[in-house]
C-alpha cells in the first residue's frame, strides 16, 4: 500500500529496445521509499526486447510501439510513442538502449524532461562504438555519461559522470563490462537528481563521483 512517501514521486518512463539492464537498475532502485521517482512505463519498440519480462515481472506497465509498420514515418511512431506518454502522465523519460533517433520536434517537446545514458565521458567518443574507439585512442580513463537529450547525438548537459581506469591489455569486452557496472550505479543518481530539482537542463550543476 503506497504511504505518503510516494505522492510526490516524479513518473517516469524508460524507453528500451533490447535487454534493459540499465531499466532493471532503475526499477530497483525505484523500490526505496525515498526515492523521489517511480518507474512506471517501459516502451519498447521491438516486439522481442528481452527487457520486456523483467519489467513486467516487477509489476511496471509495458508497451510495444514497433517501428517496423511506421516504415519511414518518424513523425507517426513518435505521435504514437507520445501519445502513450501523455496517457500515462509521465513527468521524465529514460532511454535506456533504446535503439532510434528521435526527430528534433519530439526532442523540443520533452527537452528537460529526458535522459539518456552513454557508454563514454562525454565530449569525448559520441556515438557509437565507444570501448573500441577509447582502446584505440589509448585513453587512460573511460566511463558513462548521463545527459540531457537535444536535437544533436550525446551533446545535451551533462547530470552525471563516473570514470573508469582503462587497465593494462585491457580489451574491448573486460571495459565495456566494466563501465556498465557503473551505469547501473550512475543512472539512479542521475536521475534522483534531476526528479529532486536538484539539476536541470537550463541551469545543470553537472554531479560528478
Known amino acids: 500500500m503506497a504511504g505518503p512517501a510516494t505522492v510526490n514521486k516524479k513518473r517516469v518512463a524508460v524507453l528500451i529496445s533490447g535487454r534493459g539492464s540499465n531499466m532493471t537498475a532503475l526499477i530497483e532502485a525505484a523500490k526505496a521509499d525515498n526515492y523521489p521517482a517511480a ?17 513486467r515481472a516487477e509489476g511496471v506497465v509495458t508497451v510495444v510501439i514497433d517501428h517496423r509498420p511506421f516504415g519511414d514515418d518518424r513523425d507517426a511512431f513518435e505521435r504514437a510513442l507520445d501519445a502513450e506518454l501523455r496517457r500515462h502522465h509521465i ?18 517537446r520533452w527537452r528537460g524532461r529526458m535522459l539518456n545514458i552513454h557508454p563514454a565521458l562525454l565530449p569525448q567518443f559520441t556515438g557509437l562504438h565507444t570501448h573500441r574507439r577509447a582502446l584505440a585512442a589509448g585513453v587512460k580513463e573511460h566511463g558513462a555519461t548521463v545527459h540531457f537529450v ?6 545535451g548537459p551533462i547530470v552525471a559522470q563516473e570514470a573508469v581506469p582503462v587497465l593494462e591489455g585491457e580489451s574491448e569486452e573486460s571495459l565495456a563490462a566494466r563501465v556498465l557496472a557503473v551505469e547501473h550505479q550512475l543512472y539512479p543518481q542521475a536521475l534522483r537528481l534531476v526528479a529532486e530539482g536538484r539539476v536541470s537542463a537550463s541551469g545543470e550543476a553537472a554531479a560528478s563521483r
Do not use: Q, Y
Request: charged share 20%; aromatic share 8%.
Open 91 to 108: 513527468d521524465l523519460v529514460c532511454l535506456a538502449g533504446f535503439m532510434r533517433l528521435f526527430t528534433k520536434n519530439f526532442v523540443e
Open 150 to 155: 537535444v536535437p544533436e547525438m550525446d551533446a
Open 39 to 55: 518507474i512506471v512505463l517501459v516502451i519498447s519498440n521491438r516486439p522481442d526486447a528481452a527487457g520486456l519480462a523483467p519489467a
